[in-house]
């Protein structure tokens, strides 16, 4: 509470003036603070100590003070603390300063600037220049490197030293490198007594600043947090003079991967996006060729709604660029013993020391897998945590599947993509009737859908005509509600004005001769088919079915006379639905028997 006091004491002095914006004011009394922390500890000569006999009462004269500091050789690299200060030539009110010195001064000499830390809200202030991750994430990934004691640890993109602030209380040597040009990680470095090993302002993928004569320097370790979501002009994988880069894109977390395997010569713990995880594309390629190498150690996935500001799922990926590993260990760190959720939904780890003991000697397949690089490469190069864990739930339908006869889905049906419907702005195309997720219903086949569009008439002339819906194709949705699914009645119009298409979110599955539709529905829409299909549905922020996994899932095959039982469950649900719908109808009906407002008056 002391240093959250002493900050907001002093930022309180500098808010009133309006010559300084927010970020120059903050940078002026942390200089203040770290110069008067330096002075009380002797890390400075006499003559540049901060003291009573300081006369500071102009701008000018702090520029000169800090400029003197600067150029202090006692302070080596930390003197970079000092620098950026033209904001100071303003003509800035004397007692501002007088203020703002005289409490850094009595605070320090009263010890109370020793064991100095930040509130989360003053990382939040400079979210743009580094995510404030959660001191449990920073313990738990910096515990993951194991003994890191005189060990040289790269920490690229911690911009506010929060990584390297850990890794030197377990004895570790950091080195950050961050793109932000700002005193502000070495002032943080002198007021929490961080022990960075040096500090550098530079790019990491534009420009490298870690050379050993012309080449990347190699860190026995590297722990990063790096922003997601970046995007990079391709020239930078083009122009790249250390051929880092293997991949051609414009993905800033791939790319700063490849940047950090090159810059490693161990271990590296990562936290990367989900859709690194299982998207296509050039991430597909980035795990396919991890993989082949055998580098890839472990994926921990986290819990959800962690971080600050963004519900973006991540997890943590260590890699070994040293030694191969032919295995991959899988850990479901979102687990709920792991984490709490607030009132806000938002989480937090727990417990993280029982999340490293999990990674190092649990043997619950629940929760953990060592799963071989041969058969992940097999599974589409996929590394989501949940596509090899074995839940309870999981382990019943494995043993199920084991003593039925199988078959793939993509045995059983042909898969179709939806049209797409002309834009809203065009008037002058073909009717038809949209069905979405909002028109599934919980039984049955599906009611006629409300929602119309318009489509090109070129696409009844063409491959694309097969996209209209027929009696007997199943619907899946595998965008947002992925998974929901519908089946087509009998009576639906055939192709043509007013036919039947499916929207963008979802596909159909239309069976082949060997497997009734209405059983194929009805087992999908099971507990096994329910449990299976969840097990494929993708982690990110809006949940997603991959075709791939979609056509792998294993559906039982039924004898012929269990076949004509499940048709007439089948239909007896829909008699029931029916029924259902009459006395819903009839419910509105008698709710509208009094004290109704025509619709005459009421619209």
Request: aromatic residues 8%.
């Amino acid at each position: 509470m002391k240093s959250e006091y002493i900050l907001g004491q002093m930022l309180d002095i500098f808010r009133r003036n309006h010559h300084f914006t927010t970020d120059e004011y903050t940078q002026v009394v942390l200089q203040i603070l770290a110069w008067a922390k330096l002075s009380v500890n002797e890390r400075l000569p006499s003559d540049l100590q901060l003291t009573k006999n300081s006369k500071l009462t102009t701008s000018t004269e702090l520029f000169n003070s800090f400029k003197r500091v600067s150029e202090c050789p006692e302070l080596g690299e930390n003197k970079a603390a000092f620098e950026n200060i033209a904001y100071l030539h303003r003509d800035i009110s004397p007692g501002v300063f007088v203020d703002a010195i005289n409490f850094a001064r009595d605070s320090a000499q009263k010890n109370l600037l020793n064991s100095f830390d930040f509130p989360e809200d003053f990382y939040l202030s400079f979210l743009s220049h580094g995510s404030p991750i959660p001191i449990e994430v920073i313990k738990f990934m910096s515990a993951l490197a194991g003994d890191l004691k005189g060990k040289r640890v790269y920490c690229p993109y911690d911009s506010l030293c929060l990584i390297a602030r850990q890794v030197s209380k377990q004895d570790g040597i950091p080195s950050v490198e961050t793109p932000w040009v700002s005193p502000i990680p070495w002032l943080i470095s002198i007021l929490t007594d961080a022990n960075i090993y040096t500090i550098v302002s530079s790019d990491p993928l534009q420009r490298p600043a870690f050379l050993e004569e012309g080449y990347l320097q190699k860190f026995d370790f590297t722990i990063a947090f790096p922003l997601f979501g970046q995007k990079f002009d391709i020239e930078v994988v083009e122009r790249d003079l250390f051929k880092r880069f293997k991949e051609p894109t414009s993905s800033g977390s791939i790319l700063t991967l490849r940047h950090i395997i090159a810059q490693t010569e161990g271990k590296a713990i990562v936290a990367i996006p989900g859709s690194i995880l299982f998207s296509r594309g050039a991430e597909h390629l980035l795990r396919k060729d991890l993989l082949h190498q055998e580098m890839i150690e472990a994926v921990i996935s986290m819990p959800p709604a962690l971080l600050p500001f963004t519900a973006i799922p991540f997890s943590i990926l260590i890699l070994d660029t040293r030694d191969k590993v032919s295995t991959v260990r899988f850990v479901d760190g979102a687990a709920e013993q792991f984490s709490t959720r607030d009132g806000r939904n938002r989480s937090k780890l727990v417990n993280w020391e029982l999340l490293i003991e999990t990674f190092h000697k649990s043997n619950d397949e629940a929760i953990v897998a060592n799963i071989p690089t041969v058969h992940i490469l097999e599974n589409d190069a996929n590394l989501e945590v949940s596509r090899y864990l074995l839940p309870p739930a999981q382990k019943v339908i494995r043993h199920l599947l084991s003593r039925n006869e199988t078959r793939k889905l993509s045995e059983l049906v042909t898969f179709l993509r939806p049209s797409k419907p002309l834009p809203k702005n065009e008037t002058e195309g073909i009717p038809a009737l949209e069905v979405g997720v909002s028109d599934f219903p919980n039984y049955g086949y599906l009611t006629t859908p409300k929602r119309q569009v318009l489509l090109s008439p070129k696409v009844f002339n063409s491959e694309e005509k097969k996209s209209f819906l027929y009696p007997g194709d199943i619907i899946i949705s595998v965008k947002g509600s992925a998974g929901k699914l519908a089946i087509i009645p009998d009576n639906v119009p055939p192709v043509g004005p007013n036919a039947w298409v499916v929207n963008q979110s979802s596909l159909i599955m239309r069976p082949k001769s060997s497997i009734d539709p209405r059983v194929l529905f009805m087992y999908l829409c099971s507990n096994v088919g329910e449990t299976l299909l969840k097990g494929i549905i993708s982690g990110a922020t809006v949940p997603l079915i991959q075709l791939q996994q979609l056509k792998d899932v294993e559906i039982i095959v039924p004898k012929p006379t269990e076949a004509e039982s499940i048709i007439n469950t089948f239909k007896e649900q829909v008699q029931i639905q029916a029924q259902i719908n009459k006395l819903q109808e009839k419910l509105q009906h008698l709710s509208k028997a009094h004290w109704d407002i025509p619709s005459s008056i009421g619209g």
